[in-house]
C-alpha cells in the first residue's frame, strides 16, 4: 500500500508527502484489503476499548466490525447535531457513518471522500437505506472543499486528517464552510516518543500518509484555524488495539490477500507488518477533538 511522491514534508525532515491523488489512489486499490484486516463497517478506528460494557463477538472479524461500529455510535454521541442540522463528513470511507449519523439524529449528511471506489460503496450502502433521501457523496478534497463559506451546520472528520499533506490547510477550510458556531469533531493521529525510520516508513506506507506530529503540533494547527477546543480525549488504546487486531487479521486472512491481489502486494507488505506493529504500540496516539467556530 505505497504512496508516491507529492510535495515535501511541511517539517524538516523533506520527506515526500502524499497528495489527494495518491491517497485516493491508495484507497482504490486496496481499500478491499484494508476492509479484510481492519474491519469493513466503516474505515476508522475501531472502539475495542468498550466503556462500562462488555459485548462477546466470537471472530476477529466481528470484532473488528463489532468495534467500528461502537466507535461511529460514539463519535455521533460527541457531536450530536440537532434534527435537520447539515453535517460535512469530511473523508467519509465507504458511507457507513454518515448513514448512521443521519438516521439517529435526523441531520443531512454530505459526505467527501479521494477514493472513487469508495464513491461507489458508499451508493451501494446508500440504497434502500432508511436515511438515504437525507444523505448524499461526492469526490471532495478536504484541502479544497468545494462548498460556500458558512454552508454547514457542523461537520466531522474520522481519521482523515492523518492522511492530509497540509493538515492547518484542512482545518482553515472545515472553519470556512461552517456557520458560526458550528462545530467540528475530529480523530487525528499524533507521535510519541521517537520511532526507527523503518517504524516510521511502515506506517507511512501502508497508510499513505505523511510523517505524524505530535500532539502540541496538533493543538497548534488548531488553534491557530481559528477554532475553540470544547473537548479532547485520549483514546490511544484503541489506535494501539485496533493495528494489533489489524496485524492479526492480516495473518489469518493471507491466503484471500494473496488471492485478491497476488503474491507481489503480499512481498512488499509482509516486512512492513512488523516494524509497523511496533510503531503503532510504542509511538501512535490517537485523539477525539471537539472543536467550535466562534461566533453565534
Known amino acids: 500500500m505505497a504512496a508516491n511522491d507529492h510535495g515535501t514534508d511541511p517539517g524538516t525532515s523533506g520527506a515526500p508527502v502524499p497528495g489527494p491523488d495518491e491517497v485516493g489512489a ?28 462488555r459485548t462477546p463477538v466470537t471472530t476477529l472479524v466481528g470484532l473488528a466490525d463489532l468495534a467500528q461500529d461502537r466507535q461511529t455510535e460514539f463519535l455521533i454521541d460527541a457531536l450530536h447535531p440537532k434534527p435537520g442540522a447539515h453535517v460535512l463528513d469530511i473523508g467519509c470511507g465507504t458511507g457507513g457513518p454518515a448513514l448512521r449519523l ?23 450502502r ?7 433521501a437525507r444523505v448524499d457523496f461526492a469526490y ?27 493538515r492547518p490547510l484542512a482545518l482553515r477550510e472545515a472553519l470556512r464552510v461552517l456557520k458560526p458556531g458550528g462545530q467540528l469533531l475530529c480523530t487525528e493521529f499524533t507521535l510519541r516518543g521517537t520511532p526507527t525510520e523503518a517504524q516510521t516508513s511502515a506506517y507511512r506506507e501502508l497508510w499513505a ?14 488553534e491557530e484555524a481559528g477554532f475553540q477546543v470544547v473537548r479532547v480525549q485520549d483514546m490511544t488504546a484503541n489506535a ?57
Open 26 to 53: 491508495m484507497y482504490d486499490q486496496f481499500g478491499d484489503l484494508l476492509a479484510m484486516t481492519l474491519g469493513s463497517a466503516a474505515v476508522h478506528i475501531g472502539m475495542l476499548v468498550p466503556h462500562g460494557e
Open 102 to 124: 443521519a438516521e439517529r439524529t435526523g441531520s443531512r449528511v454530505s459526505g467527501i471522500t479521494v477514493s472513487k471506489r469508495q464513491l461507489a460503496q458508499c451508493e451501494e
Open 126 to 132: 446508500r440504497t434502500g437505506h432508511p436515511a438515504a
Open 140 to 166: 471532495g478534497n478536504a484541502m479544497a472543499l468545494g462548498h460556500a463559506d458558512a454552508s454547514f451546520d457542523a461537520a466531522w472528520s474520522i481519521d482523515c486528517l492523518p492522511h492530509l499533506s497540509d
Open 209 to 222: 500518509c505523511p510523517p505524524l506530529r505530535s500532539f502540541t503540533a496538533l493543538v497548534g494547527d488548531v
Open 240 to 296: 494501539v488495539l485496533s493495528s494489533e487486531l489489524m496485524t492479526a487479521l492480516y495473518q489469518d486472512r493471507r491466503a484471500e490477500i494473496e488471492e485478491r491481489y497476488g503474491k507481489e502486494v503480499l512481498a512488499r507488505t509482509d516486512p512492513l507488518m512488523g516494524p509497523y506493529r511496533e510503531f503503532c504500540t510504542n509511538h501512535v496516539g490517537y485523539h477525539l477533538m471537539l472543536l467550535r467556530k466562534p461566533g453565534a
